[in-house]
């Protein structure tokens, strides 16, 4: 018979305070840029900011985390 296990303490982990968000902006002559934020709305407004430009195709905000 095997000994029971304890129960683990990953539910009460408070390591993780934030979630992180990356800005990532496509150029039109294919190059990529990415930034990582942990405030969503800087980097909404960073996206926004940057799509501005003439040569920003694309300009997203997506959550890694």
């Known amino acids: 018979m095997q000994a029971r296990r304890k129960p683990t303490t990953y ?3 408070n390591r993780r305070k934030h979630h992180h968000w990356l800005a990532t902006l ?3 002559d294919g190059e990529k840029f990415v930034r990582k934020y942990t405030d969503h709305d800087k980097a909404v407004k960073f996206a926004q900011r940057q799509k501005k430009s003439p040569v920003v ?3 997203r905000v997506i959550q890694v985390s």
Request: glycine fraction near 12%; aromatic fraction near 22%; proline fraction near 0%.
């Open 11 to 13: 539910g009460k982990d």
């Open 26 to 28: 496509y150029y039109l």
């Open 57 to 59: 195709k694309l300009a």
